[in-house]
């Protein structure tokens, strides 16, 4: 039961800092972040990280992307795949390299410093989406640009890491899978990705209407989500990118608006706010102020590296300024791709103990970050959300 009064406490607090973060013009992930910052480690220390609460979250982040990719429009995505790998490139070869060089002036040996580039030339847009859904632009040519752009920036971050891992022969960090049957995993992956999108979706929505059982299309559908989840994590991807295809296959079927109608409240209900406070969880303070100009100065170009690069990559693919600038904002987060990439890093001994801690408050610092400057991106393009 102790897990429930902290579900219920976690609910009850993120549901009336989001509204007055709402009220005062704050994204209200935002909020949801900072309520797990003030009652996690950091400030009160009244809820810690669980095993439990790390299942509730990473569903969480499963259904956030489920969701993206039903409200996603397939031919944009398409039409967009281009410029979303060129923004996908900039928005990780810039990281790699300003990062690894800052970290190496910091005084790191040269494969720490390049490591710590890699963790953060990591994309998570699940933040992203959410304020991109606020303001009705998952649809648009930058959302489209956006989500592409994270698809390939986390395929192309798992191939860096196991390149590292690889080159650390997996020392500390157990028996690890090698990096040629890694890829080869990943293309039939992707090969079955393709046949799930044109046939067995919509086939299995198909026979949903046959069912007798209760929400039998909701359900085939969570199977769908949860079960891509599960495979591309199987095969070294995130379980958010197999949970969006999931959903772009279902919006590939006349079931697209009943499933969205039945997601979002799951989502939003329960699994999606857990997710948002367990990134403020991650939040420690206990060495702040003797790390506090390396946090500062990696956070300026956590945001930098990604808002330059990615804007950058959209700019020399055609769009004008404004759009560049909200594709740019759009994959400044890091979120739940850094901090899995910090930590099997550290395992693999890859990131020392002692920047670990600065590395993660970095991390969620940039997370933080990155709505308020989404959200500004979208203000000068949109003007002010509408109530």
């Known amino acids: 039961m102790e897990f429930i009064a902290t579900l219920v406490i976690i609910l009850l607090v993120t549901q009336i800092v989001s509204h007055f973060s709402m009220r005062v013009g704050i994204p209200d992930v935002i909020g949801q972040i900072i309520v797990g910052i003030v009652l996690g480690p950091a400030v009160l220390g009244w809820i810690s990280q669980t095993h439990m609460i790390n299942e509730f979250q990473e569903i969480g982040v499963i259904i956030l992307m489920f969701i993206a990719g039903l409200e996603s429009d397939l031919s944009l995505l398409k039409k967009y795949l281009k410029p979303a790998i060129v923004v996908a490139f900039m928005g990780m070869a ?83 899978m090698s990096l040629p049957l890694v890829i080869l995993l990943q293309i039939v992956f992707f090969g079955g990705t393709y046949l799930l999108v044109r046939w067995l979706a919509p086939y299995l929505m198909e026979v949903s209407n046959d069912l007798l059982t209760t929400a039998a299309p909701s359900v085939i559908a969570m199977i769908l989500c949860l079960g891509m989840a599960a495979l591309a994590d199987a095969v070294h991807l995130s379980g958010a990118v197999g949970s969006f295809f999931a959903g772009i296959a279902i919006a590939n079927t006349q079931k697209r608006e009943t ?85 099997i890093g550290f395992q693999s001994h890859l990131l020392s103990e002692k920047y670990y801690s600065d590395v993660i408050t970095v991390i969620v610092l940039a997370t933080i970050l990155a709505p308020f400057i989404l959200k500004h991106s979208l203000h000068r393009m949109h003007g002010p959300q509408e109530d």
């Open 94 to 176: 810039l990281p790699i390299i300003v990062m690894g060089i800052a970290s190496d002036l910091y005084g790191m040996q040269w494969f720490e410093s390049l490591f710590i580039g890699v963790i953060f030339s990591a994309t998570s847009v699940s933040i992203s989406v959410a304020v991109l859904r606020d303001y009705n632009q998952l649809g648009s040519k930058e959302g489209a640009t956006i989500l592409g752009a994270a698809v390939a920036d986390d395929i192309g971050g798992v191939f860096l890491l196991s390149i590292l891992i690889s080159m650390m022969n997996g020392k500390g960090g157990g028996q690890q």
């Open 259 to 343: 499933i969205n109608r039945s997601f979002v409240p799951i989502g939003y209900a329960l699994f999606i706010p857990v997710f948002f406070v367990n990134v403020g969880l991650s939040m420690r303070f206990d060495h702040f102020l003797d790390s506090l100009w390396f946090i500062i100065l990696m956070t300026i170009l956590a945001c930098l590296t990604k808002l330059l690069g990615c804007g950058g990559g959209a700019k020399l693919t055609g769009f004008d300024w404004n759009s560049s600038y909200i594709i740019g904002s759009g994959m400044i987060a890091r979120g739940e791709m850094s901090l899995i990439t910090a930590q």
